[in-house]
């Protein structure tokens, strides 16, 4: 027999997993944390959205709460496909005995000293 040939992890979906997340959620994610603490603290020119009206802060502080979840999905997703994984190759052995013959059976009590002889 030949020696045998450990093989590889192969990561290349792992790489590619983490790179999607990066850019679907991380880049989005960051962008609208900026536009949501713009949005937010007032912080814009004194412009009208299309409708005629000012953009209210709850749209601001709405926008960085779903940032927040995408930045997190963005950095989770990550740590779950690098991650090492622990070996499954490491089973434990058990040692199994050969059938043992019978005992013979034996007394409950120990065997007890003869009695002195009395008078």
């Not at 093989?7 to 790489?15: D, H, L, P, V």
């Not at 949501?36 to 709460?65: E, H, N, Q, R, Y």
């Amino acid at each position: 027999m030949g020696m045998p040939v450990e093989k590889k992890e192969n990561r290349t979906w792992a790489i590619v997993g983490t790179v999607l997340a990066i850019l679907l959620c991380g880049c989005p994610g960051l962008t609208m944390c900026l536009f949501g603490l713009v949005f937010a603290f007032g912080k814009i020119p004194d412009t009208t959205d299309t409708f005629g009206g000012t953009i209210p802060s709850w749209v601001g502080f709405s926008m960085m709460c779903l940032a927040l979840i995408f930045i997190a999905i963005a950095v989770v997703v990550p740590i779950l496909l690098l991650r090492k994984k622990k070996a499954a190759t490491e089973a434990v052995t058990i040692d199994v005995l050969p059938p043992q013959p019978p005992q013979p059976p034996q007394s409950p009590l120990p065997p007890q000293d003869p009695l002195p002889p009395t008078s």
